[in-house]
């Protein structure tokens, strides 16, 4: 369970109404019984259930039980996509180890609202379900362009391309471990990687023309075929936990 309180031995952490409703009336739990806990940077402790009633619920703190990890990942950008479709992307990207997750916004997305408080406690539940011991960031959505605009010197690209002009997502990965040696940019920090993925209508040739002319932006191919983009962000994710992943 993620907690947002400083975790230390001993401590008391009262839950958030909804928590208190989840564990009485949905996990059916009593007081009394041991449960796990979380908060992204105190590490994993083994807490009893003090007190659960009518949506309020405490807490006690027994011991550590992991060290907290520092979990890095990649970025995935991607165009915010139909409601069920994005639930699904963004729980399978958490469990696919990512580290960063950044809404944009593209000429062909379908939508360029996105509830961040609704992608926020989809991400904490995922990486409640996986056992992760990082919840990873949602950044602000942004326009593909101005994000473009604004890149970090030292951050790579991995640009999702359906029409086939790049290599084989795997193989670019291994170059670049390869090559690690000597270079300018720390291709193999995983952080320093940002994968795009477009939307549902793909990126427009505009757009494609633009990202194609970034240094820093390598296009990738998943394949032959043409994928969702939900798809197309797991396969992505789970090549590059295979190649760089910790
Ligand atoms: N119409 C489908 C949908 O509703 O999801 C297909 C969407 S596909 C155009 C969405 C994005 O997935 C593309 O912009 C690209 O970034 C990525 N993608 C899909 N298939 C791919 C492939 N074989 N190689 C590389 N990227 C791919």
Redesign the pocket.
């Known amino acids: 369970l993620f907690v947002s309180d400083p975790i230390t031995p001993g401590c008391e952490i009262e839950l958030a109404p909804e928590q208190s409703h989840y564990l009485e009336h949905v996990m059916r739990l009593k007081p009394g019984t041991p449960i796990k806990i979380f908060n992204g940077r105190d590490g994993e402790w083994l807490a009893t259930i003090a007190h659960l009633r009518k949506k309020k619920g405490t807490l006690a703190v027994d011991r550590l039980l992991r060290d907290q990890i520092v979990e890095r990942g990649p970025m995935l950008a991607f165009?915010p996509?139909k409601k069920q479709?994005l639930d699904f992307l963004i729980e399978k990207a958490v469990e696919m180890g990512v580290g960063t997750l950044q809404p944009i916004v593209t000429a062909h997305g379908i939508t360029d609202k996105v509830r961040l408080d609704r992608l926020h406690a989809q991400v904490i539940e995922a990486a409640e379900q996986c056992e992760r011991l990082t919840v990873p960031e949602i950044a602000p959505p942004v326009k593909l362009l101005d994000w473009l605009s604004d890149w970090p010197e030292n951050r790579h690209l991995l640009?999702?391309?359906?029409t086939?002009s790049?290599s084989p997502?795997g193989e670019v990965l291994s170059q670049l471990l390869a090559k690690r040696a000597g270079s300018a940019i720390d291709n193999v920090n995983v952080v320093n990687h940002a994968i795009?993925?477009?939307?549902?209508?793909?990126?427009s040739a505009d757009e494609i023309e633009r990202i194609r002319k970034q240094s820093f932006a390598t296009p990738?191919?998943?394949?032959?075929?043409?994928?969702?983009?939900?798809?197309?962000?797991i396969?992505?994710l789970s090549v590059f936990q295979d190649r760089l992943g910790d």
Request: hydrophobic fraction near 45%.
């Open positions: 165009a996509i479709r640009f999702c391309d359906e086939g790049g997502i795009v993925i477009g939307p549902e209508g793909g990126f990738v191919s998943l394949g032959p075929r043409i994928l969702r983009a939900e798809t197309a962000a396969a992505a």
